[in-house]
């Protein structure tokens, strides 16, 4: 009943810029942490950036400076901004949201998007 979907990828030149974005739709109470992953060909899926409700973030080591993650509550929405694009950026990036969906027992529950993919050609 709930969906993520991600949209913005593409293929761009080093040093570039792109920005992603997810939405969710479907029934759900509300949504606490949005954040985006990304998985390189024979790489682990590791974290990029996520935020609170709140707007508190978080960034992984290698982006910091370079990535900005936002998001729009009204829109049900969050958002990375890549700038200075560097070619071992390159993977999938998923769309992660933890959603309350009922006030029953625990209620909350990780979604992912379908992935985006995301290639800096050097």
């Known amino acids: 009943q709930v969906q993520l979907v991600e949209s913005g990828g593409g293929l761009v030149q080093a040093g570039g810029s792109l920005r992603l974005s997810c939405a969710a739709s479907g029934r759900f109470l509300s949504i606490n942490v949005m954040g985006w992953y990304r998985q390189a060909p024979g790489k682990q899926r590791e974290l990029v950036a996520d935020?609170?409700?709140?707007?508190?973030?978080n960034y992984a080591n290698s982006v910091k400076g370079r990535f900005t993650i936002s998001r729009d509550n009204a829109k049900n929405t969050v958002y990375l901004q890549m700038n200075n694009l560097k070619p071992e950026d390159t993977a999938v990036y998923y769309c992660n949201a933890n959603i309350r969906t009922s006030f029953i027992g625990v209620g909350t529950y990780d979604y992912w998007g379908q992935g985006t993919q995301v290639t800096v050609s050097s």
């Open positions: 935020i609170t409700s709140g707007g508190r973030t």
